[in-house]
């Protein structure tokens, strides 16, 4: 045994003086060092040091080499006294206390400690600094020290971990927002580590007191851990008594006419606010108003202004601040019971090793939604920024304000989208306006590698870049349901339907009755319409279609023209009524027209002939309907685009002949008509005189027409 020495474990502690000694302080059996052997390895020499302690009690062994280890290995060398082994150091690092956080990231800050005894050359024993712990539940974080005794050679590490009692990962986490290793690392000298665990405040009062342990586990081949390797956390409840809630809510309310809405205490509350959610149910869409009730005495009111009918919940939540509600899934499609739902004081996340807990980690295929209300702090366009390496989007609703009881109605507004790997966006601008609220959601999915970071954040002209933490939780404090029918106004409809017909045919059209806030009123039957072409009614048969919810019209009128369309409800004209539609006649002509004219009997060669024509429908109304492609032959048409026409010709020869009167390709009347054309009065100078004898002298001339242009005389 050359590179060995031993050394009795009877004294409180050893110091290095230099690289070529070691001092035994405070000995509390000088005797027992008589049994030592002289000679367990030279030179080996024994003497006093005044200098420290008791002289009569001090020791001093010299010509130990620098890296020396003393080791027990036969303890009956040295009178069967124990001992343990020991590093030989040349000096000794300053004792320090170092914690994690006060800069609000994961770097830590060191202090050096006031010596109170002499350190050991040994890496030392690790154990909590007090078995039992206790925070309140609004204190957000809770400071744990891990200290290093008997020693502080050397680089040593060690774990913690979590395990519930009575308490769930909805109350607390085993790291701060700014890191997620739960490893503990200590220099040389470094004799105390403080770091903090996340609180979780629910804003409630709990039924049960709240305990987690922290447990110390895996210490590196050199450390220890010490007898206190767990300690008990206590959350003290800092909440009153849950108070009770009334919502005072008439049962039914009329579109357009203010609501008083009243939510009643009777036990103080920490909310100062209170948002109540006015959803429309059986819609096609989610229909969600907002309306903040300022605090007056022993409750919260405001008035509310409905301006759709229909069956709706009424959700109060006070509020809360600051902190949003977050909800962890073990998938990533949001889908599935939470594993976790819990209040964050803000999304402020660096994970710096591979998983944060156990159950969600930045390795995992994860998801999670925040949800809660924002207060803006400036009236400007502010631009929120999500600084992450995973998947997310960032919707932003509503208004809701507290400087007026006028409700602010929006449907929701996506923000940011990023959640497909491909899109690269990560902010987007909204214009806010101050002191208002604006209920919010982000949703975040890890995606399918390693997330080292997510952070919500904002920035205006008047706010620099920073986190975002004038966020609200809401919580449920009562609901209520509400009637809202439609207004007794002047109604309005919502017409479908042409504005034109035919004569003969059926002539349809519908409409929803809407009220004044333009909201349908179902099953009216004090509806009553026509159809008033001058002196000529036609009634309306209105019905209702509970199918389509709407109301069914249906007439016929025989008589063309130009229509004045009545609506009129309890003997109340409808809004936007009458409306002009147009019938025209039918589309089939033919007998029923009227032909008339000197043109259809006997005429004269070489005269003109007129012809009047009126095409009538099946129903003998006149259609002003122009037919271009109408003619006479030797003559012309006169359409007069009212329905009637007036042809005109002239016959050259004298004859039998056949007229045809078409409208349509249709014959109309009688159509064809038989004429007979007969010959003109004789022009001298046209005719001709035939005689068998060329010396024929005629005293007086008698001539008769023989027909075709020729005379006897």
Known sequence: MTSSAWLVLAFVGIVVRDAQGFRIVNMTNVASLDDVPPAVFPPYAKGFVGSIGDPASTFFREHINSGAVFNPEVPAQWGGVDAEAYM????????????????????WSCAALPRSHIVCGHPGTLALSSPTYEVLENASFILITVTRTGGGVGFVSVSYALFHITTSDDDASATAFYTSSQRLHFAPGVTSVTFAMTVHDNFVRNAVLKQFKVVLRD??????????????????????????????????????????LTLATSSPSASKWVVVQAKLMRSYNEIVERLFLPFTTNGWTNSWTPTMSGEYLLTFSTLFGTGLQGQYFANARL?????????????????????????WNSLHYGSARWTGYLQARASELTTFRVNTTGMFRLWLDGTTSTSNTTINYSLDELVIDAWVALESQAWGAVLLHQDQFYALILEYRHGTSSSSRLHLQWQSQSVPLETVQNSYVATVAATADVTIVPSEAVPKVLFQGNLSGVAGQDYSFSFMSLDSQGNMRQGETAFRSELILNQAHVDVTLTYDRTSQRMMGLAQPYIAGLYSLQLTLNQVQVTGFPIDVV???????????????????????????????AARDFFLQVRAVSTPSAVVDLGVVVDHLDGTYTATYTP?????????????????????????VQPNQPYGPSCHYASVTSNLTLASSYCVNVLNGQFSC
């Open 652 to 676: 050259r020869l004298s004859g039998v002949y056949a007229i045809e009167i078409l409208v349509n390709k249709l014959h109309v009347a009688q159509s064809p008509y038989i004429v007979t």
């Open 335 to 359: 889908q599935g019971p939470p594993i976790a739902t819990r209040v964050d004081r803000m999304v402020n996340f660096t994970w710096t090793t591979p998983g944060k807990e156990l159950w």
């Open 88 to 107: 030989v150091v040349p000096f000794i690092p300053p004792s320090m206390a170092c914690s994690q956080g006060s800069s609000q990231d994961s770097s």
């Open 219 to 260: 210490p590196s081949v050199d450390a220890s851990i010490g007898n206190q390797g767990s300690a008990v956390v206590t959350i003290l409840d800092d909440d009153p008594p849950d108070p009770t809630f009334t919502a005072q809510v008439p049962p039914w309310g009329t579109a357009g006419a203010p609501l008083a």
């Open 583 to 613: 019938i025209a006649p039918s589309p089939v002509t033919g007998p029923r027209s009227d032909v008339s004219g000197s043109g259809l009997g006997v005429v004269t060669a070489a005269s003109r002939a007129t012809i009047t024509i």
